[in-house]
């Protein structure tokens, strides 16, 4: 037997579509500047939208304002570049009213950390189908280089001369306390494994929160050079799979235990510890999505990359579209004059 949950839950057959990568390539200039994040980041999104299934009037690209927002011109889809942190708010009204569109939105850390954070926190809570792409790289980049709510303590910037005081937001951790069902990390050097993210975000019903290290040439470059440099970065990062032990290192020699709730890296086959000793990670604990996300500005621990959380929870969009459908069902369709008269009215003559 069904149940309420199972008809919110299902995912309708959309059918075969063929498209390649050159469908979603519009035939304009891209305007970012040269070394820019964001070209390494545009290419895998229309690359794994072809494989989605969807047809491509069923796209629409929802941005705010920042460098991040000019993506919808980039994007051969219906898109919306809204007002500054209001893209959630435009994308939430549209993906109600519309639940059939396959809705994106781009956002960046300022965008959606600072004056789009009330935005962002209830939408999490609320779960809308949405797929939320957040570049973030620690700066404001497009009013030329005030520090951002994830810029760094200390770090000097147009507005913060004398160096940031405050601690930065962790958007991972802001996403899964907020309820977010889908939440994940990538970086723009890392193209295969940020398409396999998209994608994942793609099949997600629910809100999908992927943030996206993305280097700022001009204001803030190298920001993340430890984590996406070769040289570096198999000893600074710790790749999240679900089902395998947290293991890390050049060497793979490396892993990550619990001593309590407090996660601690530990050399492995040395004596000491072995690979089954290592917290095996599960996209379904939600505690232990946290733990890993609250990883993200200790010193001592490699930052975490890859889906910290995938769980299952009936989307905002299905419940309103199923809530209408009921109310039909016992009221009738209704009609348009009722609506506005309501139950208590007089005339005047």
């Known amino acids: 037997m069904k149940t309420i949950v199972d008809e919110i839950l299902k995912i309708p057959h959309v059918g075969e579509v063929k498209y390649t990568a050159k469908d979603f390539k519009p035939d304009v200039d891209v305007r970012w ?41 980039y994007m051969d889809t219906y898109g919306f570049h ?8 435009v994308a939430t009204g549209l993906k109600i009213a519309r639940p059939d569109l396959s809705v994106w939105v781009t956002t960046g850390d300022g965008d959606n950390m600072s004056i789009g954070g009330n935005h962002f926190i209830h939408t999490c809570r609320r779960n809308v189908d949405l797929n939320i792409m957040m570049y973030n790289n620690e700066v404001y980049s497009l009013t030329k280089g005030q520090y ?33 069902t889908f939440v994940a990390r990538g970086h723009d050097k890392d193209r295969k494994s940020l398409q396999m993210l998209l994608k994942r975000s793609a099949q997600h019903k629910g809100v999908s929160f992927l943030e996206i290290y993305t280097n700022c040439r001009i204001f803030n470059d190298g920001a993340f050079d430890e984590f996406t440099n070769k040289e570096t970065a198999a000893d600074n990062t710790l790749w999240l799979e679900d089902g395998e032990p947290l293991v890390f ?9 619990l001593d309590g709730y407090n996660p601690k890296v530990v050399g492995i086959d040395n004596g000491d510890y072995s690979i089954d000793d290592l917290i095996v990670h599960n996209e379904k604990d939600s505690t232990l999505a946290l733990i890993l996300s ?18 299952e929870k009936p989307s905002y969009d299905a419940r309103v579209e199923y809530q209408i459908a009921d109310e039909i069902k016992k009221k009738g369709e209704g009609n348009l004059e009722s609506l506005l008269l309501g139950e208590s009215f007089w005339e005047i003559n």
């Open 33 to 73: 500047c040269a070394g820019c994040g964001g070209y390494a980041v545009l290419s895998p999104i229309q690359r794994i939208m072809p494989e989605l299934g969807i047809l491509k009037e069923k796209f629409v690209n929802v941005s705010g304002i920042g460098c991040s927002g000019r993506l919808p011109y």
């Open 82 to 89: 809204s007002i500054h942190g209001r893209a959630l708010a």
């Open 148 to 180: 951002s709510p994830t810029s760094h303590k200390g770090q000097i910037t147009k507005s913060s001369p004398l160096g940031v005081l405050e601690d930065p937001f962790n958007p991972s951790s802001l996403a899964l306390g907020a309820g977010a």
């Open 249 to 257: 290192g050049k060497n793979r020699d490396k892993g990550i235990i």
């Open 294 to 311: 609250n990883m993200t500005y200790n010193e001592e621990m490699p930052r975490p990359m890859g889906i910290f959380q995938s769980i």
